[in-house]
Every structure is written in C-alpha cells, then in structure tokens.
C-alpha cells in the first residue's frame, strides 16, 4: 500500500500539523467500460470490489455509489457482529466472515475497531429457554463458541440486568458467544475502500443508476447520472434498493424494504461492557467507545422507503430497555434515525447469479447484515468471478424459493428479524 | 407513521392497523397445475416498490375488516383507500 498507516507516520504527520495526509481514495470519473461493476458503495460492496481485486485479480472494476460510500445501512446499524446462527447453511457464513473480522484491521491497515466484548441473548419464557439451549447446542456442533448461562450468571456477567423474578419477562436465563462483539461501521467502509482504490478499483461516488441494460438474457452496463457504463458483469448490493434495481433489470426478487430504527442516548461513563440482546421483548443495547448507549429497535411493518419508521416502534423497545435495565431511567436519547432494510421470506440473505447473464445479487441481508459484512464480499466476489457460488454461499441461491430448500432463520436467528 | 382513513371507521391512527402486503396478487385458480416456478411467483416474488404501491391493510384493533389502499412508499403518502373487491383507482 503506498501510504501504509503506522505510528512512524502518524509521528512524522504529528510533526507537520496533520496537513499532509493524503487522502484515503481517488475520486474518479467513470471509464467507458470495466471488467465487472458493483452497485453500491456500502461495506458489502466495496468488500465485493476489494476481494475481486484481491484474490480474483479482477482491478478494471468500478463501484457505483448513488450518495457518499457507508453513508447508507452500514452507517445506520447497530455494529453487532456475531455467528450464533441456527441452521448449518447460515453458520458457516457468519462464521466465516467473523473469522475475517478477527484479522481484519491488520489486513486492511486501517483500525476496524473489531471489539471481542461477547454477545449474550436473554430468554424470557420456556420456549425462549428451549429454542436458545438448542441453538448452544446447534453451534457448538458447528464449531462456533457458545455457552448458556443460567440467571445468576446472566446477573454476574451483566450486573445492571434487573434479574428479578416478578418483572413481566423475567430474565431465565441466556447464551453467550464471546468471540461475537462490535466494530466500527464507518471505519469498515473507509477501510475496504483505501483497500481497494489502492489496487485500482475505481470508486464513484455521487452517482445514481437509473437503468440496467441488456440485450436478451446478457447484461450490457448501466445508465447512470454520469453516463452509461459498459460490462458484461455487474452486482448488485443496494440493501432496501434491491427491488428497485431489479424492477431495472426486469426481474422480481423475494423482499420487502422496510424502516429499521435505532437510536443513541447521550454519552455516559461506562456501564454495560457487552451487548446485550433480547428476541421476546425486543431490546438490544451495548455501549460505544464514545459512551452513548447503542439501541436497536425494530422494523415497521409495512414496506416503506423513508428512512424513518414510527414511533410506536421506539416506545415498545424503550419499555422493554426500561424494564431489563432500570439504572437507564432517566438517560435521555439523543438521536434516532431509520435504515431501508430487505428482508427475505427466510430472514437469509440472496448471494446469487440470476436468470439475466452476469447480473448477479447480494441482498436479502434483511436486519442483520453489518456483521456479515466482509463474508459477503469475499463470497459475492467468488461468485462474481467464477459465475458459481462458493460452496458456503451455495445455500443461499435465488433458486431456493423455487425449491422450496428455504434457509429458515425466521424465529431461530439470535434476535427477531 | 400516519392516519388511514378506514372506509368503514373513518380516521385512525396507523397502530390499529396491520399491513397485508401487496395487493392484487391473485391466487391461482387451479393450483394443481401450477409449475414450481409459478409457486414461487405467486408465494414469494414482490414488486416492493419504491413510489405508488397497491397494498392490502386490516383494520386489526377497530372493525377487522380488510381493504385496500393506494399508497407512496417514498413519503408514507396515501393516495386513496377502497374496499375490497372494488376496482382500483387508475393512477
């Protein structure tokens, strides 16, 4: 990398008033043609251009951003990363992409801010207990980390739990993933982005598609705001836009965009060194390195395009952070926004070729695809590259609801979708 | 967030409302025939789209009665709201 990140060079900037670093990635203006196109500049997409760079050698690449690269769901989400996933299929991809993040800053040069602070997922009922003791039992089969804890021991690893037997969702117990934790989302993007405009990848930002081309059943480019783009392979990460692209492409896709709501309150000293998440009453929460509680609310329940989501959504999750945690009482929120989010029949992503030749799509990601994040690429980019899926993203073809072979992480996820 | 104006209520506010999805999506008449990739296209396959959508909504804490509705995905607008089995307002 021609200005690798290191003290020596944050010394030597030091020294001139930090007015000489270069900037982290080109601002190009796109060729007539490449060898392959991502749209989105997302965390999925620019870790797709990174390693079909990377491994695949793939470098006349472009990726197409209709806004500034991360400024979508990867800079909207709740930076939880785990791979406590159900079904054999799902915990092999997560899994593989924890395994990327746990080398992932070293590999980029660039601080991903990867925090190996533990997930813990509450159960609140009998069934709770039972779905969440399988799935311990499920990934220690698959070789992913996972332990349950009793409520005593739910109350020693998380002290600010009300563990109280007579609150309306007693906490009965819980499991814990301690490989899972948090990074930083914006670095994510950032990182990918000098990663791979180092090897060439161009990276146009501000830059809307508004058609997909194609002649019979080949792909041919794309008609953007910065003129038509020619290749004979393009891949589509676009999140809660994925309908809209493939409505482009003349295809139908199995989703539905809906709001996804978070919020942060105000800074705080540290209280809560985990992430705590809650499937029955929906409440998840964990702490930034700047202090602010981190809180994942739901998702409306009707397809919406707004990025807002209703309020009633954040007043049920609220209750719920009320009721587990008492000490945040009288913590006042600070910000709430919404992301577009794709979710799937199956709550499983598509990582997939399609009936048109060389279109190719990753979506479906749903509510949970910041933790997939390098995974998807390094898988989106095999498909890219060889017109095959990989064998960890096999399972997660478009065929699948034709099949009727569904990845079905609905109600076995760690956390409602 | 919004107000639905119930054709059988009146104004309500949106929680008492549940969303049934895209409207119009007509179960096959003779499902013994269908191929698998009709299922799935019947089953699975969503416009989702981003502008005016046709959706079916129940009033699910009023009258429990379902009806469509004409609505901007892009600004939560509602264009028109008729009962079911009434044809939809052209556009």
Redesign the interface.
Same mark, same amino acid.
């Given at each position: 990398m021609k200005n690798k990140y290191s003290i020596f060079s944050l010394i030597k900037n030091a020294l001139s008033g930090h007015e000489n670093w270069q900037r982290a990635w080109r601002d190009p203006e796109p060729k007539k043609e490449y060898d392959a196109i991502i749209i989105g500049g997302g965390g999925h997409g620019l870790a797709t251009s990174y390693y079909l760079a990377k491994k695949h050698k793939l470098t006349n690449i472009a990726v197409v951003e209709k806004g500034w690269i991360g400024g979508g769901n990867t800079g909207r989400n709740t930076t939880i990363i785990r791979s406590n996933y159900l079904w054999d299929a799902s915990a092999g991809l997560y899994d593989h992409a924890l395994k990327i993040w746990e080398g992932l800053s070293q590999e980029l040069n660039y601080n991903v801010m990867f925090s190996k602070r533990g997930v813990m997922n509450l159960a609140h009922n009998l069934q709770d207990v039972r779905d969440l003791k399988r799935r311990t039992h499920a990934n220690r089969l698959n070789g992913i980390d996972a332990v349950w804890l009793n409520t005593e021991e739910v109350k020693k690893f998380c002290p600010i739990i009300n563990t109280s037997p007579d609150i309306r969702y007693p906490v009965l117990g819980g499991t814990l993933q301690k490989r899972a934790g948090t990074a930083r989302h914006d670095a994510v993007a950032w990182g990918y982005a000098r990663g791979a405009d180092a090897m060439g990848v161009d990276i146009i930002q501000n830059c809307e598609v508004n058609g997909i081309r194609r002649n019979g059943d080949q792909v041919e480019g794309i008609e953007t705001t910065k003129g038509f783009i020619k290749s004979k392979k393009i891949g589509v990460v676009a999140a809660g836009?994925s309908?809209?692209l493939a !409505?482009m492409a003349g295809i139908?896709?199995?989703?539905?965009?809906k709001p996804l709501q978070a919020l942060v309150s105000e800074p705080v000293k540290p209280i809560i060194d985990t992430v705590v998440m809650s499937n029955a009453v929906h409440a998840y929460v964990s702490q930034s390195d700047k202090g602010e509680l981190v809180i994942g609310a739901g998702t409306d @329940?009707?397809? @919406?395009?707004?990025q807002?989501g209703?309020? !009633?959504i954040v007043e049920e999750t609220l209750r719920a952070i009320l009721e587990l945690y008492p000490i945040f009482s009288r913590m006042k929120m600070l910000r709430q926004w919404g992301g577009i989010v794709?979710i799937c029949?199956d709550a499983s992503p598509i990582i997939s070729k399609t009936q048109i030749k060389g279109l190719y799509f990753n979506c479906g990601w749903g509510t949970g695809g910041f933790k997939a994040t390098p995974g998807s690429g390094d898988l989106f980019a095999h498909t890219i590259a060889n017109d095959e899926p990989h064998k960890l993203n096999a399972a997660f073809n478009l065929n699948r609801?034709?099949?009727?072979d569904l990845v079905d992480e609905h109600g076995a996820a760690a956390v409602a979708h | 967030?919004f107000i639905i104006n119930c054709p059988y209520c009146g104004e309500r506010d949106? +929680?008492e409302f $549940?969303?049934g999805?895209e409207a119009h999506i007509e179960r096959p008449k003779q499902p013994t025939e269908l191929s698998? #990739?009709q299922?799935?296209?019947y089953?699975?396959?969503? /416009?989702?789209? /981003?502008g005016v959508?046709f959706?079916r909504w129940n009033h699910a804490h009023g009258c429990r009665k379902w009806f469509n509705m004409v609505r901007d +995905? $892009?600004? #939560?607008k509602i264009q028109a709201v008729y009962k079911m089995g009434e044809k939809p307002p052209v556009k």
């Open positions: 836009h309908s809209v !409505n139908r896709l199995p989703l539905e965009s @329940s009707y397809v @919406s395009y707004t807002k209703s309020h !009633n794709d029949p609801f034709v099949s009727g | 967030m949106q +929680t $549940s969303c999805g698998d #990739d299922w799935a296209e089953l699975f396959m969503r /416009k989702n789209i /981003k959508q959706e +995905t $892009s600004n #939560d």
